[in-house]
């Protein structure tokens, strides 16, 4: 019994001892390249310097960037993350050699190579033919054609409108355009009329809210979806509901908060449809000739970016970095989009902290922008998006102003959530007719 019990200690002592060299190994990584980068704690790495900025991580990078420079690495549990955000590097990353950086980030729960995974985690050959098959789908043509589809949604959302303004007092737009985004995704990808503009107690509608509701279940919501296939393509088809409306609930902000620049919009608008006509419906082809439109929501997405930390790839070759040496195959990469978005270098000579729309009349560097994404893995719904937000918006300006509340208005985008999304928990405004 001694015996069997001494041996069984031994074994975990021989377990514990090479648990413990296999750590330190692991976080020793970017010693041995010299990358800086944070200390990281046992079996935790950074986790908890990301726990302490708020549960936020795009904030902890934002500092670590500032500490470290536009190179550093940190850890989360034992996996080392490169963080970049030297515009000439992830050209090389994301553009230059796509091929040796062709995969996301992959989930221990499932395989880039099963054969149900889909364009998200897919690689190689499968993700060239899902991306392939996919992309057809928001050609100009698809766009054109789903556009009638856009245009229902918004008559029912101009509906309600039309009842706030009337009621003359604050309220939530947010909740609106979650209602409607979602209606369009539904209709334009699945062919499914619903009711969720006017029931707020649509099933399709709260399941989805569920999902991205900023309490502790949305978490174990995600983790559910990494481990069933079935969760995994709904999240992604949510997701896209929420980055949207999201991305709305900051144009909203902008406008209310900036009356000047959404003065120079509205004029914007006025030029390319009769602002005496309502109800007229803007097509595809007008709305994509609307030059300083597009860079009105491109300025807001400049400075509000929707999912900061969702672009990564994993590389399948080793790669060598200028000044640092060579990065071994598989090493994970992340973006630092807000320093990109915000460095004056790249967004110069005006302030990047102030908004301004004019800026992006300049070419930028490639990589000086990239809310969808860069290069041939950047977002394949990015067009559909953009054309369901100036449709929508065209509508809206062309009858209402978009009114600040004050504090009601502000306090919400001070005080911002990230998981998936960053994202307010309201947006406050209140709406006014133009011709009153």
């Avoid at 021989?14 to 976080?27: E, G, I, N, S, T």
């Avoid at 969760?231 to 980055?243: D, Q």
């Avoid at 509205?266 to 006509?277: G, M």
Wanted: charged share 20%; aromatic share 12%.
């Amino acid at each position: 019994m001694f015996l069997l019990t001494g041996i069984l200690v031994a074994l975990l002592c021989v377990v514990v001892a090479a648990y413990l060299w296999h750590v330190r190994k692991a976080y020793n990584f970017f010693i041995r390249l010299g990358i800086p980068g944070p200390a990281p704690k046992f079996f935790f790495g950074n986790l908890s310097e990301i726990i302490k900025a708020k549960g936020r991580p795009s904030v902890a990078i934002q500092q670590w960037t500032d500490k470290y420079g536009h190179i550093f690495g940190y850890f989360e549990g034992h996996t080392p993350i490169l963080v970049i955000s030297d515009p000439e590097v992830l050209q090389d990353v994301f553009i230059k050699s796509f091929s040796k950086f062709h995969s996301r980030r992959e989930s221990p729960f499932m395989s880039s190579q099963a054969k149900d995974a889909h364009l998200f985690n897919a690689v190689g050959l499968r993700w060239k033919r899902q991306r392939f098959v996919l992309n057809p789908t928001f050609s100009s043509l698809k766009l054109k054609q789903m556009s009638p589809l856009i245009h229902r949604s918004i008559e029912f959302l101009m509906e309600k409108m039309a009842d706030q303004c009337a009621k003359g007092e604050p309220f939530d737009i947010y909740a609106y355009f979650k209602r409607f985004t979602m209606d369009t995704i539904w209709s334009c990808g699945v062919g499914l009329d619903t009711d969720m503009q006017n029931n707020v107690n649509d099933p399709y509608l709260l399941n989805s809210q569920k999902m991205f509701s900023p309490n502790i279940f949305r978490g174990i919501i995600f983790i559910l979806t990494l481990l069933i296939t079935e969760l995994t393509k709904i999240w992604r088809m949510v997701a896209g509901y929420e980055t949207t409306s999201t991305a709305l609930s900051y144009v909203a902000y902008v406008l209310a908060t900036h009356p000047e620049e959404q003065r120079k919009l509205q004029e914007h608008i006025d030029a390319h449809f009769d602002p005496e006509t309502e109800n007229i419906m803007p097509t595809y082809e007008t709305v994509s000739e609307m030059d300083y439109f597009d860079m009105f929501i491109r300025e807001t997405l400049r400075m509000f970016p929707i999912a900061p930390t969702a672009i990564s790839r994993q590389s399948n070759e080793d790669f060598r970095i200028k000044d640092f040496g060579t990065v071994p195959a598989g090493t994970l990469i992340a973006v630092d989009m807000y320093n990109l978005h915000y460095n004056p270098n790249l967004w110069g000579p005006l302030d990047p902290h102030e908004f301004h729309p004019e800026r992006f009349a300049t070419n930028r560097h490639p990589m000086a922008w990239i809310p969808f994404g860069v290069g041939p893995r950047n977002c394949v719904g990015m067009r559909f998006a953009l054309l369901e937000m100036k449709m929508l918006l065209v509508r809206l300006l062309k009858t209402y102003t978009l009114i600040d509340c004050g504090e009601k208005t502000r306090k919400p985008f001070e005080q911002l959530t990230e998981m998936p999304v960053i994202a307010p928990k309201e947006a406050i405004i209140r709406l006014q007719r133009r011709d009153e």
